[in-house]
């Protein structure tokens, strides 16, 4: 039996996890990021490994991370969390890590492990969608990850949806994730609390009476209570995910859209909607058949199955 | 040498030729379609083809179609102009057309035509965006045709690009195609033409003094002569143009993009604008390589050699 | 009993009536337009009020005009029909008009004779909406009519509705004449025609068979008939309607809107989503009372009432 | 000389001042404003009026307020701020004010007092835009307060300016006050720190260093320092205003614009941008007058004065 390693690098910490081959996570150690700093967090990387591999015989190991990565996957070309502008993560890595290692982006982890283990198992066309901070993309195309000409693709969340609408972080405006993401659904709840502090009164009231500082999970608990003002929240973000979906579908004409992240915990709130927007938002519609909208299965360990897993079969292949 | 035969099945007029190994049309024979009678259409294919071939030794036959067809590559789904439904094409045709046959997209055929033999030579991801009535779409991944799950893929123009836009054929509202492509131009110019009849005087003049029937062609003649009105309406369709490739950049990451259809003969009235809303409005800029923009380099015949040099390439592989 | 002369001066024709002081019309004369030659058309504006003045006693003229009419009701700065501009009509007719001359806004015109014999009867605010070619504007206050600091008061129709919408012929985009008005229901239904055939099929046989061609009659007839696209053009309208009037009623509380206009004969098609839209949109719903939506009565002959009815107002007044 | 007695009921203060006939203060009363409490409000108003009685002798008391005033100028319809709903005000107070007693809007009474004392001083139409919160708007037509049908006349900040657009308290969408008032100035400060905290580094830094507490007079300081977010911020805000004066233009015609409230202290940050937007968005620009646009002259009192003006001049006519 073959084990193998898998890194989750997120923004506020450090996940990593021995993985067999049917995507199960063995034995895991977790540290938290150290801010910026490119040095710290590469330490930590490679002390978390040497304490896994310790225990266990893992010859491969993957690093997933948010941001960039070059179709080499062995450069950080950008990360939005992290200090690495162009980092040779993986030499960088490899004295201190030896065997096989790759580096990977986060999302297209997520796809890999759902494409392998969960939603999209045996698809020949998975598109996987993870709804957190913003929108992650991976898309797995006749069991090979899709990384486009330079290892940059998939970045779906800054697919325009709105011409001129709402400034995003990454300089334009109108990005599919400043509509439907973790950070659209808090801002959303802000501004209803800020024009009309009764419809929101119950938001107000679970955000510790600041309406400015509603959160994400702040909503979602609110719309599982019923309050009519989160749901309508969830509805109007839900259209958005169906409005977007619909677009991919006629670029990419999926078998499955798996969705994922820590927003697809919301579930149903978020995907009736979606999918009736989908389903009447699809070109050609009664023509074609229709791709499937699912729910990722493998939770907040799907970036670290997936990193680990395509590690595996990288080593296999070479 | 071996010789393969491409069709072009267009909504007015069916074109065949005899297509060697390096793209080059030896010979052509041409008939109008015959409205949207499917025994008729399939009846001037087979005649076609057997003209040709009795002048060529070219056994493989690839077909070309505005529409869907499905992933086996030998039924139209569903086609605009003509009249096929869920039509088993390949089989209708295969005892007048003995030897290999395939059906494809004419779009996808253009692509592949643009990747082996004109602007994407070479390049690991070719997006192509066929400006015509619509706008058509293609992609080569690697080498091979990208098709989706179902055969329906790459159908850009149906990407909705203003919510509650135009409405579009499709039944949707906002369609890129509603924005840019030959439809667009000849509406943006009679809108013109009918809330202000002296700024489209020349366009006017050009359409026999009817405003109600500016065409494509004439906006491009006007623009062609330096009219004003007229080069602001290929401004703003350009930066349409390019606000949808910038969307497609984000989430395909291609190494170039090729503009082909009868529009891409206005060429820098068009691709000018489109470049510079690309390149301010790509994601990342500044982090990662930028996508190429070109002008598709084979023209009208680009269907017909694609899905020649598709056929040949499909009887090599059986 | 005091008679007056209402001269309506329109785009194709020139009306002039004798009316008396219950409205009620007597006598008609009617003319072409002499096109955009200013002698000729005051030429037909004498020889139609001499005429009339020839078989009755009416001392005061009035004369409506499409265009900006000076605070002084004498010159005409800006007609979109005619060649005036900055034209001093009042003293160029004065020595073959004798007796008291008034120059009027056509759509006050028609406001106040809404005011004084129609829908408006009576009301301390009426706001009069006329549905033309585009959109004519006019308001009476306490029996006044609204002529604003320098006569060119209540261009309703040139409010921005859609920021960045549709090209206006003022040099514009997205006023709201460009979505509610009888070019916008030809323009609508020609896109709709432009893009499906099929669904406008009814519209495009009423036009002779020339999907460029239909006309607002053209969709009038048709929605008359029960044709869905039509009604749904016209559904669409009336919600266009109903969001400028919920507009208009946020800033000017009026006691009644009347719409009038040839538009306006469609009545219920427009008149119950004008209605629908207008009551759901109204600011303070519940809180405050609800302006009346009433079609006009007076019908195409309003202008020249209204014009006359201020004549005879003004004659009294000197 | 006479004088009179103008109290401004805000949300969160009172205050009452003695004005003479040129619109100056002579002295004053503050209270703050107890909450949503009625009888404690009309305690407050009687105790300042008379405190300020027994040291001036000033018959005529006029009483502004946030909300709708029916046409009666006796009763509140409704408040956004106080729990007055449908309350006979003026009878409430009548035996502890004695004399004669007004209750005015508070926009209305501004409008008033920039009219007979401030930047639009015997202009002919006067419409007055106040920027606080939200958009407070007052006209006055040939030397009289315009109220409309019904009292709630010139809710301008309620004009829709962007279909779909914002959430505004008012129950509505794309309300005006959403895109130019002081809460929309600190929206989008926070919204662009949500997405960018460098780009609103300084903002963030006066708001102590809480993205979320970002206000007006924060967006305000920054823009003075010269800060390039918080410019930007004050540019685009400065665009809707004048997007929505060209609106009200088109309708209105008025001699002048008069710009009040606390965010027309940042002054030409927002009137540079507006009077531009404002000038190349009007309907006929080139045929007609051009109203002026200015900046309020009677700072914070202005409602107090205007109340108070009021007051006397219904004294004076009854």
């Known amino acids: 039996m073959s084990l193998a390693i898998g890194v989750d690098i997120g923004g506020t910490k450090i996940a990593a996890g021995v993985v067999d081959e049917n995507g199960v996570v063995l034995d ?25 591999r310790a225990r266990h015989d ?31 993560l993986r030499d960088a890595l490899a004295h201190r890590i030896p065997g096989p290692l790759i580096i990977e982006n986060d999302a297209n982890a997520a796809a890999w492990a759902e494409y392998k283990f969960g939603a999209g198992q045996g698809a020949s066309v998975v598109v996987c969608i993870t709804l957190g ?27 325009t949806l709105v011409p001129d609408g709402r400034r995003c972080a ?5 990005c599919w994730e400043m509509y439907a993401s973790g ?13 009309s502090s009764l419809a929101a ?22 719309a599982r209570e019923g309050d009519p003002a989160a749901l309508e929240i969830f509805e109007s973000m839900g ?30 709130l978020l995907l009736r909607p979606a999918r009736e927007t989908f389903r009447g938002g699809l ?29 595996r079969t990288f080593a296999l292949a070479h």
Not at 28 to 52: N, Q, S, Y
Not at 64 to 88: C, K, M, N, Q, Y
Not at 240 to 265: M, N, R, Y
Not at 283 to 308: I, K
Request: hydrophobic share 45%; proline share 5%.
């Open 133 to 159: 901070t913003g929108i992650g993309g991976g898309m797995v195309i006749n069991g090979e990850v899709y990384r486009g000409a330079y290892g940059v693709a998939c970045e779906f969340g800054h697919m």
């Open 201 to 222: 009164a119950r938001m107000i009231e679970l955000a510790g009476d600041d309406p400015m500082h509603i959160t994400g999970p702040v909503v979602t608990q609110a």
């Open 239 to 268: 259209r958005w995910l169906g409005h977007g979906i619909a677009s991919l579908a006629a670029g990419l004409d999926p078998e499955v859209f798996v969705i994922g992240g820590g927003l697809s915990e919301a579930d149903e």
């Open 58 to 88: 893992a010859p491969a190991v993957g690093i997933g991370a948010a941001g960039w990565i070059a179709a080499d996957r062995a450069t950080v070309l950008f990360s939005p969390h992290l200090a690495w502008r162009d980092e040779p």
């Open 170 to 174: 990454c300089g334009n405006r109108g």
């Open 28 to 52: 895991m150690e977790r540290r938290l990021t150290p801010g910026r700093d490119v040095r710290a967090t590469e330490d930590a990387i490679a002390e978390v490994v040497t304490l896994l």
């Open 283 to 311: 070109t050609g519609r009664g023509f074609r058949p229709v791709a499937r909208v699912e729910v990722a299965r493998l939770g907040p360990q799907a970036g670290l199955v997936g990193a680990a897993d395509l590690a």
């Open 183 to 195: 950070r659209a659904l808090a801002r959303d709840a802000r501004e209803l609390a800020d024009v």
